[in-house]
């Protein structure tokens, strides 16, 4: 099915070592619903192959940082609840909760050396997520998702730091990691997206509060400028007087993506509307003439870096949920989401859980070799499929059961309803075996380096 020749022929054309791209129609919802199946369980073989290693559930082993685990496992909530297909849930339950940490706030003991607000709170948006779609919370002791999300808000507000540039978030949570003196824009959007969600899911106007706070905090000190650019962040020792202005898709799909909850939120207050119309607007430099969605900053000269390689599929995720909130922009995000599909889709190939991914979209450039296969762009491709499904998709719960009805008109299931369950495997901690990870100052390091070359 997934093949252009059908599965037999894909057979031997395997032995043949003549592997073919992935065959997505973008009108029909069952080849897009197969083509993601068939992503969804490669990410799924990765992460059972990576546990065969090195047995931490919840992790993808040492080649990838926590943030990006949490954020894999968010984009396969999202698989199911848009594909309905719901086999990888208990997995993703008991495997998320491994990771639940300090204060049952994703601030795992082992992550302390390189565990950074933003990571943690790429944990916190998965929590969300669980909450919106009504994922089975297995444990009793803990509270339901939506106060895992809650706890790393809170933990989060307590952070946000006004001894320097009027506040903001420092990137890093502990002063002896490097970048504790850099407030950057994922930090910081994260934190307001997940504000937003939680306003728009509990109706507490605490979270809204603090996701305008968020928002204008980052336009005043100008890592969003006047145009709705997002950029990536600022040295706090300096006043957060210098800005880096390197951008990324990720960072401007997470602004997307609050500014349109907060929109949806308040039933399309003109400011919200003018903010998610600016930043629609803004992330037309992510795209070629042809609406490809391209990691701007490093994909044509093939310098992304595994964190990077996987910016472009929770990117558009983001954009493709903003297009839920702000059903305006829709026209605009979905034509950036088919052309960008296709072009993912193209540059896959293989079967059932063995697809290979290559980095790039666009058909040129070196990102576009197939030679990745890595989880970044797997995730990538996943997200690029699967967000062709939102518009048919169920709405997503709030705390009253469903806030709105989706255009089908298909209301979601209350979230927190049945909580049956049968609890995790939950494994004893051994704190302090981090620091096989790559140093996050790599990041920075690379952006400083990439602004130079970018815009
Ligand atoms: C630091 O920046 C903030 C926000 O722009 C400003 O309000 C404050 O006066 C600045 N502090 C100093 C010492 O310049
Ligand atoms: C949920 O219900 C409570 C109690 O009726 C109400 O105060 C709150 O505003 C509602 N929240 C939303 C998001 O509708
Ligand atoms: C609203 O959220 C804040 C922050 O999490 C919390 O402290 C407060 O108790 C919540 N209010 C209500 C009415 O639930
Ligand atoms: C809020 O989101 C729902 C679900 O997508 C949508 O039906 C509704 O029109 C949105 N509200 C506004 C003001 O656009
Ligand atoms: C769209 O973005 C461009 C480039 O940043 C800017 O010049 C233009 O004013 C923006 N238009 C709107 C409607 O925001
Ligand atoms: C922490 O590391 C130990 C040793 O590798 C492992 O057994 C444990 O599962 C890890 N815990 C978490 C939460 O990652």
Redesign the pocket.
């Known amino acids: 099915m997934f093949a252009r020749l059908g599965l037999q022929s894909l057979a031997i054309t395997f032995v043949l070592g003549n592997a073919l791209a992935l065959n997505l129609d973008t009108n029909s919802q069952d080849s897009i619903k197969s083509v993601a199946k068939s992503i969804a369980e490669t990410i799924i073989t990765t992460y059972n192959t990576a546990q065969e290693d090195d047995p931490i559930p919840g992790l993808f082993g040492d080649s990838y940082y926590f943030w990006e685990a949490g954020a894999v496992w968010g984009g396969l909530t999202d698989y199911a609840h848009l594909t309905g297909d719901n086999q990888y849930n208990d997995l993703i339950a008991s495997a998320v909760l491994h990771q639940i940490g300090d204060y049952n706030a994703f601030m795992p003991q082992n992550q302390t050396k390189t565990l950074g607000n933003d990571d943690q709170s790429f944990w916190g948006l998965m929590a969300m997520t669980a909450a919106e779609t009504g994922l089975v919370m297995p444990q009793k002791d803990i509270g339901d998702w939506a106060d895992l999300a809650a706890n790393v808000f809170d933990i989060q507000a307590l952070r946000w730091d006004e001894t320097?540039?009027?506040?903001g978030l420092k990137w890093q949570i502990y002063s002896f990691n490097n970048g504790y003196n850099y407030k950057n824009s994922m930090s910081t959007g994260n934190f307001f997206l997940l504000a937003a969600r939680l306003a728009h899911f509990t109706g507490n106007t605490t979270y809204s509060e603090w996701a305008e706070k968020a928002l204008k905090w980052t336009q005043?000190?100008g890592l969003v400028s006047e145009n709705f650019h997002v950029f990536d962040g600022t040295d706090d020792r300096k006043?957060?007087?210098d800005i880096n202005k390197i951008q990324w898709t990720l960072n401007a799909a997470t602004f997307t993506e609050g500014a349109a909850v907060m929109y949806n939120l308040t039933n399309g207050d003109n400011k919200w509307k003018d903010a998610v119309t600016g930043f629609v607007n803004a992330s037309a430099v992510f795209q070629d003439k042809s609406s490809i969605l391209s990691e701007v900053a490093c994909e044509k000269n093939g310098k992304c870096i595994v964190d990077q390689r996987a910016f472009k599929g929770i990117a558009i995720r983001s954009f493709a949920r903003a297009a839920q909130a702000a059903p305006f922009t829709s026209d605009s995000i979905q034509n950036m989401i088919k052309a960008s599909a296709t072009g993912a889709a193209t540059n896959c190939e293989g079967e059932d859980g063995k697809v290979k991914c290559g980095f790039g979209w666009t058909g040129a450039g070196e990102g576009d070799d197939i030679e990745g296969g890595e989880l970044g762009e797997t995730n990538n491709a996943l997200q690029a499929v699967q967000a062709l499904l939102w518009p048919q998709a169920k709405a997503l719960a709030s705390m009253n059961g469903t806030l709105t009805t989706s255009p089908t008109g298909s209301p979601a299931a209350s979230p927190t309803g049945s909580q049956t369950g049968t609890g995790t495997s939950q494994g004893t901690d051994a704190p302090g075996a981090a620091g096989t990870l790559v140093t996050p100052h790599t990041l920075v390091l690379l952006a400083a380096v990439l602004a130079m070359m970018c815009l």
């Open positions: 320097t540039c009027g506040g005043d000190i006043n957060c007087s």
